[in-house]
Nanobody, 113 residues
Protein backbone atom coordinates (compact mmCIF):
# COMPACT_ATOMS: atom_id res chain seq x y z
CA UNK A 1 0.00 0.00 0.00
CA UNK A 2 1.45 3.32 -1.09
CA UNK A 3 1.44 6.05 1.55
CA UNK A 4 2.55 9.68 1.47
CA UNK A 5 2.57 11.64 4.71
CA UNK A 6 3.24 15.37 4.67
CA UNK A 7 4.35 17.40 7.66
CA UNK A 8 5.77 20.80 8.52
CA UNK A 9 2.97 23.19 7.67
CA UNK A 10 1.87 25.99 9.95
CA UNK A 11 1.26 29.68 10.41
CA UNK A 12 4.06 32.10 9.59
CA UNK A 13 4.41 35.82 9.00
CA UNK A 14 5.19 37.20 5.57
CA UNK A 15 8.90 36.96 4.90
CA UNK A 16 9.26 33.88 7.07
CA UNK A 17 10.23 30.32 6.24
CA UNK A 18 8.86 26.82 6.59
CA UNK A 19 10.12 23.38 5.64
CA UNK A 20 7.67 20.75 4.46
CA UNK A 21 8.50 17.08 4.40
CA UNK A 22 6.83 14.13 2.68
CA UNK A 23 7.58 10.58 3.79
CA UNK A 24 6.79 7.92 1.19
CA UNK A 25 6.36 4.19 1.68
CA UNK A 26 5.14 1.19 -0.29
CA UNK A 27 6.79 2.09 -3.57
CA UNK A 28 10.26 2.09 -5.14
CA UNK A 29 10.72 5.74 -4.29
CA UNK A 30 14.03 6.34 -6.02
CA UNK A 31 12.75 5.71 -9.55
CA UNK A 32 9.88 8.20 -9.44
CA UNK A 33 9.70 11.91 -10.07
CA UNK A 34 8.19 13.58 -7.02
CA UNK A 35 6.22 16.79 -6.87
CA UNK A 36 4.79 19.33 -4.49
CA UNK A 37 1.48 20.95 -5.41
CA UNK A 38 -0.75 23.43 -3.65
CA UNK A 39 -4.40 24.40 -3.62
CA UNK A 40 -5.74 27.67 -2.28
CA UNK A 41 -9.43 28.09 -1.41
CA UNK A 42 -11.55 28.41 -4.54
CA UNK A 43 -8.61 27.75 -6.83
CA UNK A 44 -7.33 24.78 -8.81
CA UNK A 45 -4.46 22.69 -7.56
CA UNK A 46 -1.19 23.85 -9.09
CA UNK A 47 2.30 22.49 -9.42
CA UNK A 48 4.85 24.15 -7.15
CA UNK A 49 8.01 22.09 -7.66
CA UNK A 50 9.16 18.76 -9.06
CA UNK A 51 12.30 16.70 -8.69
CA UNK A 52 13.22 13.81 -10.95
CA UNK A 53 14.84 10.54 -9.95
CA UNK A 54 18.13 12.03 -11.09
CA UNK A 55 17.70 15.18 -9.06
CA UNK A 56 16.64 17.56 -11.82
CA UNK A 57 14.27 20.23 -10.52
CA UNK A 58 11.47 22.33 -11.96
CA UNK A 59 9.62 25.20 -10.29
CA UNK A 60 6.55 27.28 -10.88
CA UNK A 61 7.49 30.82 -11.87
CA UNK A 62 5.75 32.18 -8.79
CA UNK A 63 8.13 30.38 -6.42
CA UNK A 64 11.44 30.41 -8.30
CA UNK A 65 14.24 31.73 -6.15
CA UNK A 66 12.17 31.34 -2.96
CA UNK A 67 11.34 27.63 -2.73
CA UNK A 68 13.68 24.67 -2.98
CA UNK A 69 12.84 20.99 -3.43
CA UNK A 70 15.15 18.16 -2.36
CA UNK A 71 14.91 14.41 -2.01
CA UNK A 72 16.62 11.80 0.13
CA UNK A 73 16.42 8.41 -1.55
CA UNK A 74 17.87 6.68 1.51
CA UNK A 75 15.04 7.96 3.70
CA UNK A 76 12.29 7.99 1.03
CA UNK A 77 11.54 11.63 1.69
CA UNK A 78 11.06 14.74 -0.40
CA UNK A 79 11.26 18.14 1.25
CA UNK A 80 10.17 21.59 0.21
CA UNK A 81 11.95 24.59 1.73
CA UNK A 82 9.76 27.69 1.60
CA UNK A 83 11.56 31.02 2.07
CA UNK A 84 10.46 34.63 1.75
CA UNK A 85 6.86 33.55 2.13
CA UNK A 86 4.05 35.77 0.90
CA UNK A 87 0.36 35.80 1.84
CA UNK A 88 -0.44 34.45 -1.64
CA UNK A 89 1.52 31.29 -0.77
CA UNK A 90 -1.28 30.37 1.64
CA UNK A 91 -2.67 26.99 0.57
CA UNK A 92 -2.84 23.32 1.36
CA UNK A 93 0.38 21.75 0.10
CA UNK A 94 0.33 18.21 -1.27
CA UNK A 95 3.01 15.71 -2.12
CA UNK A 96 2.56 13.55 -5.24
CA UNK A 97 4.25 10.66 -6.97
CA UNK A 98 4.21 11.64 -10.63
CA UNK A 99 2.87 9.05 -13.03
CA UNK A 100 0.57 7.63 -10.36
CA UNK A 101 -2.65 8.67 -8.67
CA UNK A 102 -0.99 8.73 -5.26
CA UNK A 103 -1.31 11.94 -3.23
CA UNK A 104 -0.65 12.80 0.37
CA UNK A 105 -3.32 14.17 2.68
CA UNK A 106 -1.95 17.70 2.53
CA UNK A 107 -0.51 20.14 5.03
CA UNK A 108 -1.80 23.67 5.58
CA UNK A 109 0.51 26.65 5.09
CA UNK A 110 -0.86 30.01 6.18
CA UNK A 111 1.11 33.22 5.67
CA UNK A 112 -0.10 36.30 7.48
CA UNK A 113 0.61 39.82 6.24
Amino acid sequence: QVQLVESGGGLVQAGGSLRLSCAVSGINFRIFTMGWYRQAPGQQREMVAQISSGGFTNYADSVKGRFSIARDNAKNTVDLQLNSLKPEDTAVYYCKILGTTNWGQGTQVTVSS
